[in-house]
T-cell receptor, first 112, second 113 residues
Framework: DQQVKQNSPSLRVQEGRISILNCDYTNSMFDYFLWYKKYPAEGPTFLISISSIKDKNEDGRFTVFLNKSAKHLSLHIVPSQPGDSAVYFCAASAPQGGKLIFGQGTELSVKP | DTEVTQTPKHLVMGMTNKKSLKCEQHMGHRAMYWYKQKAKKPPELMFVYSYEKLSINESVPSRFSPECPNSSLLNLHLHALQPEDSALYLC???FGTGIQPQHFGDGTRLSIL
């Protein structure tokens, strides 16, 4: 049973445009959500997070939106750059414990 | 540059060997984690250490044995592994186990012959 889902395995975007990556979850106990970026042969790099008491968090070109009623979060990257090309994982955790549950990942390709 | 350092980067071992994976962080984090990632799959949690005590074991087979000698170090001892254990093993750390981002190392690529 996949508790965190990223339904788009891949996404292609033109440089300078907006990239929107989506993530759905099923467990209403999740209270913290994160986005990670992963290049080949490297570990996941933390990008941005949001707690369940907020609906938006922004850091430079990256904004994460949380819709708790829909159990949906999204990552917006504006403007997209070729260096953003990587696999993006969303992850969620429930109170205490520290266990992160990851989605399957979306491979973003930003073309010049 | 990652602030979580994992060694070795690559490891090839036979099914009867004993080896250890090492992880080190100097960010003052008190929680450390082991994850396993198979090709084209997301990372899956194996173990969580909080303040040097094992707090979560995700029903991992006993051929994997974690150890946390101090707050900066985390080891994963391997013995009698199976070919299906070949994967990328990722270490992560965070300030605590609550609403804190986990920071990952670059992993050890393990191949079991």
């Amino acid at each position: 049973d996949q508790q965190v889902k990223q339904n788009s395995p891949s996404l292609r975007v033109q440089e300078g445009r907006i990239s929107i990556l989506n993530c759905d979850y099923t467990n209403s106990m999740f209270d913290y959500f994160l986005w990670y970026k992963k290049y080949p042969a490297e570990g996941p790099t933390f990008l941005i997070s949001i707690s369940s008491i907020k609906d938006k968090n922004e850091d430079g070109r990256f904004t994460v939106f949380l819709n708790k009623s829909a159990k949906h979060l999204s990552l917006h990257i504006v403007p997209s750059q070729p260096g953003d090309s990587a696999v993006y994982f969303c992850a969620a955790s429930a109170p205490q414990g520290g266990k992160l549950i990851f989605g399957q990942g979306t491979e973003l390709s930003v073309k010049p | 540059d990652t602030e979580v350092t994992q060694t070795p980067k690559h490891l090839v071992m036979g099914m009867t060997n004993k080896k250890s994976l090492k992880c080190e962080q100097h960010m003052g984090h008190r929680a450390m984690y082991w994850y396993k990632q198979k090709a084209k799959k997301p990372p899956e949690l194996m173990f969580v250490y909080s303040y040097e005590k094992l707090s979560i074991n995700e029903s991992v087979p006993s051929r994997f044995s974690p150890e946390c000698p101090n707050s900066s170090l985390l080891n994963l001892h391997l013995h009698a592994l199976q070919p299906e254990d070949s994967a990328l093993y990722l270490c992560a750390s965070s300030f605590g186990t609550g609403i804190q981002p986990q920071h990952f190392g670059d992993g050890t690529r393990l191949s079991i012959l």
